[in-house]
């Protein structure tokens, strides 16, 4: 039972352009979600979050989404760069954040000049 | 940033063997560290969470006298695989915090992929 799904495996996206990776989950009991990526031979790195009490949180070329009712976030770069080609891992958590992850199976961005 | 170190990166092993795998937060003292499992093109799921000093708590389905878990130190948490079978061929991973169950202050190890004979 995967409560977390990344439906795109990978995506291929032109220098300067913008990513746009998606996530869903379940689980309505969800109320923190969190962005990793992941370099090859490298641990996930944290990237951004949201809390369900909000629908976007920026932070740079970095941006995600969140539509509560349709139990679907997103995020986007912009503009994007070759170094953000990478693994974007998905994750969502309950109780704000204090609590285990679960983890959608990852989206490979390649990011081409 | 912090850093977790997990050794090996990869291991082949014969069926039947043992293997222990490392992980070590070298910059920090975590209370906390966390030991995933990703099958190929799955998820990154959540095998058990150790915490320094008493018994790890394993997730449902996890069999804990196979994945041995042990949490002796701040710095160091080992992942026993017991009597491998080719079926725990996996990719595996550890997770590591300063801060008691903050996931915005979670560091990974590199993972190490582990093959079954």
């Known amino acids: 039972d995967q409560q977390v799904k990344q439906n795109s495996p990978s995506l291929s996206v032109q220098e300067g352009r913008i990513s746009i990776l998606n996530c869903d989950y379940t689980n309505s009991m969800f109320d923190y979600f969190l962005w990793y990526k992941k370099y090859p031979a490298e641990g996930p790195t944290f990237l951004i979050s949201i809390s369900s009490i909000k629908d976007k949180n920026e932070d740079g070329r970095f941006t995600v989404f969140l539509n509560k009712s349709a139990k679907h976030l997103s995020l986007h770069i912009v503009p994007s760069q070759p170094g953000d080609s990478a693994v974007y891992f998905c994750a969502a958590s309950r109780s704000g954040g204090y609590n285990k992850l679960i983890f959608g199976a990852g989206t490979r961005l390649a990011v081409h000049p | 940033g912090a850093v977790v170190s997990q050794h090996p990166s990869r291991v082949i092993c014969k069926s039947g063997t043992s293997v222990k795998i490392e992980c070590r937060s070298l910059?920090?003292?975590?209370?906390?560290m966390f030991w995933y499992r990703q099958f190929p093109k799955q998820s990154l799921m959540l095998m058990a969470t150790s915490n320094e000093g008493s018994k790890a708590t394993y997730e449902q389905g996890v069999e804990k006298d196979k994945f041995l878990i042990n949490h002796a130190s701040l710095t160091l948490s080992t992942l026993t695989v017991t009597s491998a079978h080719p079926e725990d061929s996996s990719f595996y991973i550890c997770s590591a915090t300063p801060d008691r169950g903050s996931n915005e202050k979670l560091f990974f190890g590199s993972g190490t992929q582990l093959s079954v004979l």
């Open positions: 910059d920090f003292q975590a209370t906390t």
